[in-house]
């Protein structure tokens, strides 16, 4: 759905001095002639145009993967005449956001006033580790925004919009909104349901086994699909394994094979009875243990008392999002995988598929087939790809 405004000239508010300037300058002929250059843009520009550009700006955006988090991904760029004059993606977290960068690299500020600025996410309006998008873009005297979605943050949820149009900016809303909420679904999930965006991964045979019942650590997945796993570890906060799975595998969860940065381990340690030799605990990359216990004896970990009842899990999200992890990815083993499915704690899951057997083992979590979105190879695994419900 795309929706224009008309601005309420009814609700001024009360503007800061750069902003008083640049109002006093668009009153009068200024003005008129303004409108006059605004609606012959407007006319100009067609929805597949502003699909075009909005596409260019998920595409910058998405470079923020694994770098931003848990601020969303964004990217804008400034249209004159049907040309791109400039580019900006918002590149890591606490850095400048996407309209600031775009307005660096402008190389004629004169055409800022006849450009539309297009971002796949409401510029922002409050103060926040860098100054408001928004005024930055009424300070650019540009006339028109097209915008992908609205930011859902409560800092902002709507009033960047609304700032913009009081000061007689046209804004153009829902711009690829699906695409644009498919990239941003970590940062929406966070912000909307105050947890972690929850993906499941897992490998399993051809006959759904995770592993045999011995608990040997028997590999499954082809090469490619563990580096491919590795990447996706990149691009996650944190990453979560049960006890059993810490014991049994000694994994190291960290990102070896890929380049990106590694994700906080979280490891499940209900008695604290995981012992200190583990790989978990080398101290290469920082892990949170979750534990009943007061205090565990490890060296060198953060530790996170919980009590482990039926509230275990929805406890531990809460904590995890008052630390602004804003993605988990959950990597087993079965009895914690499936404590996630049984309380439809997950949005996304990645199942890696061989064509091995196994005959007996332990059981892999089962999704309902309607939910599965898309299957693809990877080597010579299959690769399923589930969505839960939004
Ligand atoms: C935008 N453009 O590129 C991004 C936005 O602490 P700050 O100042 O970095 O603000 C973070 C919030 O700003 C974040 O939660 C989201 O609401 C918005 N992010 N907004 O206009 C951007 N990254
Ligand atoms: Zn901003």
Not at 367 to 387: N, Q, V
Request: net charge neutral.
């Amino acid at each position: 759905m795309i929706a224009t405004n008309t601005t309420s000239p009814s609700l001024r508010p009360s503007p800061c001095p750069a902003l008083i300037f640049f109002f006093r300058a668009r009153q009068g002929l200024g003005l008129r002639l303004g409108a006059l250059k605004e609606s012959a843009i407007l006319s100009t520009m067609n929805n597949h145009q502003h699909e075009h550009y909005m596409s260019r700006c998920l595409e910058l955006a998405s470079q923020g993967l694994g770098h931003v988090a848990p601020n969303p991904m964004v990217g804008s760029v400034i249209v004159h005449n049907d040309h791109i004059i400039a580019e900006g993606y918002h590149e890591k977290y606490s850095g400048p956001h996407a309209e600031r960068n775009a307005l660096q690299n402008i190389s004629q500020p004169s055409l800022l006033s006849e450009s539309t600025l297009y971002v796949n996410l409401e510029p922002c309006s409050h103060h926040g580790k860098t100054p408001p998008c928004a005024d930055a873009i009424l300070e650019a005297k540009i006339p028109h925004v097209v915008v992908g979605i609205t930011d859902p943050n409560p800092l902002v949820s709507g009033s960047g919009i609304q700032r913009l149009r009081e000061y007689g900016v046209n804004v153009t809303e829902g711009v690829l909104e699906k695409e644009s909420k498919e990239l941003n679904r970590r940062f929406l999930t966070y912000q909307t349901k105050k947890r972690p965006y929850i993906i499941l991964k897992w490998a399993e045979t051809s006959d759904r086994f995770l592993g045999p019942l011995d608990g040997q650590r028997v590999p499954i997945s082809c090469k490619e699909s563990q580096l491919l796993s590795h990447k996706w570890r990149t691009q996650e906060a944190a990453i979560l394994v049960g006890t059993n799975t810490a014991e049994l595998d000694n994994p190291q969860l960290t990102a070896r094979l890929a380049t990106g940065n590694n994700p906080l381990r979280i490891v499940l340690d209900r008695s604290a009875r995981l012992s200190q030799n583990l790989a978990l605990f080398d101290g290469s990359t920082p892990t949170l243990v979750v534990t009943e216990r007061e205090r565990s004896s490890l060296q060198g970990v953060e530790t996170l008392s919980l009590p482990f009842n039926s509230s275990l899990l929805p406890q531990l999200l809460t904590h995890l999002y008052e630390m602004n992890i804003a993605s988990l990815i959950v990597e087993g083993g079965g009895y914690t995988l499936e404590q996630f499915v049984e309380q439809d704690l997950w949005d996304e899951a990645r199942i890696f598929r061989s064509s091995s057997e196994l005959g007996e083992g332990t059981r892999a979590p089962l999704l309902s087939t309607k939910l599965l979105t898309s299957s693809t190879s990877s080597g010579t695994d299959t690769l399923a790809h589930f969505r839960n419900k939004l």
